[in-house]
């Protein structure tokens, strides 16, 4: 070999020096050097940051303090409205300028009014940055070479490409003899870049020589087949899978299989050109299927379980102690404070401020919303919480150690938000108040990044980068679809393509510019690591999608095939399998008690008849030992099966409690309001004297309402209640000046009277919210705070229109209260809308036929799901979740509504 420093331009980049030890070897992947020459190696960027460490005066800036710095600079250059989105905005932008080395003066004086910005918002970061001795991360190669490298042989192989600062630290820090082995192909727009790298080294002074070595494995036969010169061998595979999950678990199961051969995990590779789409589920999948599996990455600290803790903290402070934001926060698996026994009890009162949570015992002693401290403080108090939350986090892992690997990057989160607080602690003096503090944590969480199964024990998920140069027998590269991999380039931001074109003609390279061929020789890269066999990979559908192929297929000659059927791979797959069979391989219990929920869900989605999971238990109840209201007539009516789950059974929805007044509320004030005001006017029916006693019966009725011993309601608690209150006395004036709410010569008979008596051979009972006695006999009113009647029991037909509620006060409440007395009639009256909705409508036949139905469930247990055919009954259901209606009811044999 030449003394010189040389350039090799060799298309399989396998060119080998006779003493590989002599120098020192530098390669972009970890295990690429021990792969090639058997010898340790670090990356480029390694060696420039041992330069900077060397010289000590100059540091690589934090992620925190580059974005407090970048904020600065973008407030004093630009002023935005919104400094922190503009400044995510030209993060990457200002990072691209200063990785390119760009002349900022040219810039300013070539580019257009917004690059210009862009360039005084780049050369003030780097003043700040300067000042403090810091270098962003971008620019570590260029402040290498500025503090001076000293010159040594170094052999650079396995980048697929260099960018220009790569090139320039290079120049500086290859002594002689060094070799550069780069791609290259005569004449292909792929290799174009590593050709100009190689013009710019030569001009240089370094010598530029061509290779042409022979594909002597998997790999490189591969990438001698994508580049058009040779055949593609048979042991690389195209497979299609329906959807992303599908085909996560293919490879896998695939995966499996070679490790139970033998293989060691470190013998194979995933790779996936985004690790945000698809590390996630592969990390999960490997976990169903006990497959060792490790990642380097990393996510936002925010998404983890920790930073979703300290955020919650974050926005429960910032609410004043608000129901959701505080509930969510005191029942954070990293907090417990608000146990499951308690959730109903809280779920019920919904405490919405600070007082009530205390009322709970659950009451807060940090800091509130309007809290003002210094810096120093405010960091001892987060310290002290993050403490704490070390200790319940411990206590998790401890009780569930089968979770340590899922929630690895837990503890790396809390150590590092620990670590990264000192960068919000200065100047430890100056005072912030909690939006501030809490808008600067919200920044902290969105830049730290923690790995989300760190470790090297296992098969490594990896990105294209880290495979480049290595060498692994098994590769399995997922996600080979179009707008993936490749994925299609984009402008970069605040400078669009044509901007950017006409200054990198001008010589100055500020955008990203045509990934293309950098995609291409990523992929060309990946073909060369694998070296027994190689899988590729890729989903019809992804997330919400449709996918076509990735154009990198075709260019090898592959056309994807539906993937085989594949054996199950983990136990959970094992039960799906063995589900409908009537015994496993092995004792199950799970499996066991998943075929009987089978059985049972089986017979609901059937055509056979409801059985005693689906409403009929062949449990009788005596008719004549219960009692009746409207309500349970009409509701066994409409449906027997939520009968029987709400007064068979008992089971009741949570009632929470709405911010304002809610629609059950409002009905009781409006009755009790009325019923107040008619009391104090007398049996006389006088619109006037009603209308005038309004104001105060509504004040009686908010403290009966508070002194209610079941159900107390402080409508003075209420969010402007007081503002409110006029608009309700409006309402109900209204509904006293309605035409129908009074009959000519009518006086008050009852309000609010509790009746109880026989109907078709039922007990009953109830309350008539006003009854009338006219001139030609009583009248039975119902107030209804709605603006339509109410929905019946089904009639012959099976339509939810037989009235049940007017017809039972007109049979039983009236000859219980008044015997012998004439019945005029019965209405529904809307306090909305101001007029009669309903007027009751006796149907003989259909009553005795409803009162005989329910009879006969009761005696034969039998509460099918059976809703009206409109299924009106089912829109204000709590029980949705166990009936579980849908098309399997059109399979079954509908229960006709007659006996």
């Known amino acids: 070999m030449p003394p010189e420093r040389t350039v090799f331009l060799d298309l399989w980049s396998d060119l080998k020096p006779p003493d590989p030890a002599k120098y020192r070897v530098i390669t972009p992947a970890r295990a690429a050097a021990w792969h090639l020459f058997g010898v340790p190696a670090l990356k480029l960027e390694t060696l420039a940051m041992e330069v900077l460490e060397r010289q000590t005066e100059v540091r690589r800036v934090s992620r925190l303090r580059a974005d407090r710095y970048l904020q600065t600079a973008v407030a004093e250059v630009l002023a935005p409205r919104d400094g922190v989105g503009t400044t995510r905005t030209l993060a990457l932008p200002v990072r691209e300028l200063l990785r390119q080395g760009v002349d900022l003066d040219r810039l300013q004086a070539l580019g257009s009014p917004r690059t210009q910005q862009l360039a005084a918002v780049t050369r003030r970061y780097q003043q700040l940055l300067q000042a403090e001795n810091l270098i962003d991360r971008a620019e570590v190669f260029w402040a290498a070479g500025r503090l001076g490298v000293q010159p040594q042989p170094l052999l650079v192989v396995g980048y697929p490409f260099l960018g220009p600062d790569q090139q320039a630290f290079l120049d500086q820090a290859a002594g002689p003899e060094s070799l550069l082995i780069l791609p290259w192909r005569a004449q292909d727009w792929r290799f174009q870049e590593n050709e100009q790298t190689a013009r710019f080294l030569m001009s240089r002074g370094w010598q530029v020589r061509t290779h042409r070595s022979q594909p002597t494995y998997l790999g490189a036969q591969l990438a001698a087949c994508w580049v058009g010169e040779g055949k593609r061998p048979a042991a690389v595979v195209a497979h299609s899978y329906p959807h992303q999950e599908a085909e996560v678990r293919g490879v896998l199961t695939q995966v499996k299989a070679l490790l139970s051969q033998g293989v060691t995990p470190h013998q194979v590779a995933l790779v996936v050109r985004d690790e945000a789409v698809y590390a996630p589920l592969v990390l999960a999948v490997a976990a169903e299927y006990q497959v060792p599996l490790c990642t380097k990455h990393q996510i ?360 304002g007044l809610d629609a059950t509320t409002r009905g009781t004030l409006y009755h009790k309001v009325l019923e107040l005001a008619l009391q104090a006017t007398g049996p006389a029916l006088n619109r006037e004297a009603i209308l005038a006693a309004l104001d105060s019966s509504l004040t009686a009725a908010e403290q009966a309402l508070a002194e209610d011993a079941r159900h107390p309601v402080h409508l003075d608690q209420l969010p402007q209640w007081v503002a409110q209150r006029p608009d309700h006395v409006r309402s109900l004036a209204l509904a006293v000046r309605g035409e129908e709410f009074l009959q000519p010569g009518a006086s008050v008979a009852g309000l609010e009277t509790e009746f109880r008596g026989e109907w078709h051979g039922l007990a009953v009972m109830g309350f008539v919210d006003r009854i009338d006695r006219t001139p030609a006999g009583l009248v039975f009113i119902d107030y209804k705070t709605s603006s339509k009647a109410p929905t019946g029991a089904q009639d012959a037909q099976g339509k939810a229109r037989l009235d049940v509620q007017l017809p039972l006060y007109m049979q039983a409440a009236a000859p219980a209260l008044f015997p012998g007395e004439p019945v005029a009639g019965a209405y529904y009256y809307s306090l909305l809308r101001g007029k009669k909705l309903k007027v009751a409508e006796v149907d003989p036949a259909g009553l005795s036929a409803l009162a005989q139905r329910v009879k006969t469930h009761l005696q034969t247990g039998s509460y099918p799901v059976a809703p009206d055919v409109a299924e009106e009954a089912c829109t204000y259901c709590a029980y949705d979740s166990l009936c579980r209606k849908g098309p399997r009811l059109q399979r079954k044999s509908r229960p006709a509504p007659s006996p």
């Open 300 to 659: 936002p600290v925010g998404q983890t379980r920790v930073g979703h803790w300290l955020l919650s903290l974050v926005e429960m402070i910032a609410s004043d102690g608000s129901f959701e934001a505080t509930s969510r926060f005191y029942r954070h698996s990293l907090s417990q404070i608000l146990a499951d026994d308690r959730w109903c009890q809280v779920r019920q009162e919904r405490p919405s401020t600070w007082e009530a949570w205390a009322k709970l015992g659950l009451a807060w002693a940090g800091p509130t919303r309007t809290a003002h401290q210094s810096r120093r403080a405010w960091i001892d108090w987060l310290q002290e919480k993050l403490t704490s939350c070390e200790g319940l986090l411990k206590q998790t892992l401890r009780q569930a150690p089968d979770t340590a690997g899922r929630w690895g990057g837990e503890s790396q989160a809390l150590l590092l938000l620990s670590r990264s607080l000192g960068a919000l602690a200065t100047p430890a003096e100056e005072v912030l108040s909690f939006g501030q503090l809490a808008s600067e944590l919200r920044d902290v969480l969105d830049l730290l990044q923690v790995g989300t199964q760190p470790g090297h024990a296992g098969i490594e998920l990896h990105s294209p980068p880290f495979l480049f140069g290595a060498r692994c027998p098994h590769v399995f590269i997922l996600g080979m679809a179009e707008g993936v991999f490749p994925q299609p380039s984009s402008d970069t931001p605040w400078l669009d393509s044509y901007e950017a074109k006409r200054l990198a003609a001008a010589g100055l390279p500020c955008g990203t510019g045509n990934q293309a061929p950098r995609e291409a020789l990523s992929f060309w890269s990946l073909l060369k690591v694998a070296t027994q066999s190689l899988t590729l990979t890729y989903p019809v559908r992804l997330a919400d999608r449709e996918c076509l192929p990735s154009p990198f297929l075709a260019d090898l000659g592959l056309k994807p095939q539906p993937a085989p059927p594949r054996p199950a791979a983990s136990l959970e797959e094992m039960r799906q399998v063995y589900l409908r069979r009537p015994a496993g391989p092995v004792a199950d219990a799970v499996l066991s008690l998943a075929r009987q929920a089978w059985a049972v869900e089986w017979g609901r989605e059937s055509s056979q008849p409801p059985d005693e999971y689906d409403g009929i238990p062949g449990l009788p109840l005596d008719p004549l030992e219960r009692t009746f209201s409207a309500s349970q007539l009409t509701q066994i009516g409409q449906c027997p099966f939520r009968w029987w789950v709400g007064y068979g059974l008992g089971v009741r929805e949570v009632e929470e409690p709405e911010e």
